[in-house]
Structures are given as structure tokens and as C-alpha cells.
């Protein structure tokens, strides 16, 4: 139980501790990516790729910084002509409204579930109609709990 409350409280401690910087990424005219702090301009880098220069640019951070590299979180912000950053923009927000529409069908589905079983409809039935399977029916109409069984 100590060992438990101890990772709990060494876990807190990291989330507390991590700092988030902005990673302004640019593509240079031989390709290679080009780095740098938003929030500290004097710390930048490169790499190949953007996943290189930004494990590279968490290096410089934790170095300029004096900290564990696990500290630093970066959002990367590439630096695109306006064309393309307006269609990266659309293609992010159409993402984020297909997660939404897709948490709104399940808790619709599982509301049709209920619905139907509460009824007296099997759920080989209830699959049937919603077109899903009963396994799935199963597991909407199953409470989510974090642990349902305790261990001892």
C-alpha cells in the first residue's frame, strides 16, 4: 500500500513539474527542419525529420533548462505557407468533429440498447437491430467501472 501511495505521489510530483514550450518548426530549402523555442528563442535546433528535431529540441530544452528531459513537453507549431496551414486547420477540425460524432453515436447506441432489452429484447436481437454485434450490445450495457473486481 506505501509502495502504491508512493508511485501516486511520484506521479503528481512529474505532472506538476513538466513545463510545455511551443516547438516552431520551419522547413529549411535542403529539407532538414529547423527548431526553436517559442518561449526561448535562444534554445534551437534540427533534425532530418520533425520527430528528430523535436528529440533533439527536448534535449537542448533540458539542458538549457538544467531538468530531465520527461519534463519538457513540446507542442509543435510548423511554420506552413497560408494555404496549407489553412488546410491543416480544416483537417484538424474535421478530426475533432468526427471524435465528437462518434461519442455521440455510442451513447446514442447504448441508449437504443437499453432501450430494447429494457423491453424484453434479447440481445442477439437488440445486435440485430442496431446492426451491431451482441458482444458489443454487452459491453454498452455493461456499467464502466475503473476495477470491478477487487483482488484478496
Given at each position: 500500500m506505501?509502495?502504491?501511495?508512493?508511485?501516486?505521489t511520484?506521479?503528481?510530483?512529474?505532472?506538476?513539474?513538466?513545463?510545455?514550450?511551443?516547438?516552431?518548426?520551419?522547413?529549411?530549402?535542403?529539407?532538414?527542419?529547423?527548431v526553436?523555442?517559442?518561449?526561448?528563442?535562444?534554445?534551437?535546433?534540427?533534425?532530418?525529420?520533425?520527430?528528430?528535431?523535436?528529440?533533439?529540441?527536448?534535449?537542448?530544452?533540458?539542458?538549457?533548462?538544467?531538468?530531465?528531459?520527461?519534463?519538457?513537453?513540446?507542442v509543435?507549431?510548423?511554420?506552413?505557407?497560408?494555404?496549407?496551414?489553412?488546410?491543416?486547420?480544416?483537417?484538424?477540425?474535421?478530426?475533432?468533429?468526427?471524435?465528437?460524432?462518434?461519442?455521440?453515436?455510442?451513447?446514442q447506441?447504448?441508449?437504443a440498447?437499453?432501450?430494447?432489452?429494457?423491453?424484453?429484447?434479447s440481445?442477439?436481437?437488440?445486435?440485430?437491430?442496431?446492426?451491431?454485434?451482441h458482444?458489443?450490445?454487452?459491453?454498452?450495457?455493461?456499467?464502466?467501472?475503473p476495477?470491478?473486481?477487487?483482488a484478496?
Open positions: 506505501a509502495h502504491q501511495m508512493r508511485n501516486d511520484d506521479k503528481n510530483m512529474t505532472e506538476e513539474n513538466v513545463k510545455t514550450y511551443t516547438a516552431r518548426l520551419e522547413q529549411e530549402k535542403d529539407g532538414r527542419w529547423s526553436e523555442l517559442e518561449e526561448e528563442p535562444r534554445v534551437h535546433t534540427w533534425g532530418k525529420t520533425i520527430g528528430q528535431a523535436l528529440t533533439r529540441m527536448r534535449e537542448a530544452a533540458a539542458l538549457w533548462f538544467q531538468t530531465d528531459e520527461a519534463s519538457i513537453e513540446l509543435p507549431r510548423p511554420v506552413l505557407p497560408a494555404a496549407a496551414d489553412r488546410t491543416v486547420e480544416q483537417a484538424r477540425k474535421a478530426r475533432e468533429q468526427a471524435r465528437n460524432a462518434d461519442r455521440l453515436a455510442i451513447d447506441t447504448r441508449k440498447a437499453i432501450a430494447l432489452t429494457n423491453r424484453g429484447i440481445m442477439r436481437d437488440a445486435a440485430a437491430i442496431l446492426g451491431i454485434s458482444q458489443r450490445v454487452h459491453q454498452l450495457l455493461t456499467p464502466e467501472t476495477s470491478r473486481r477487487k484478496g
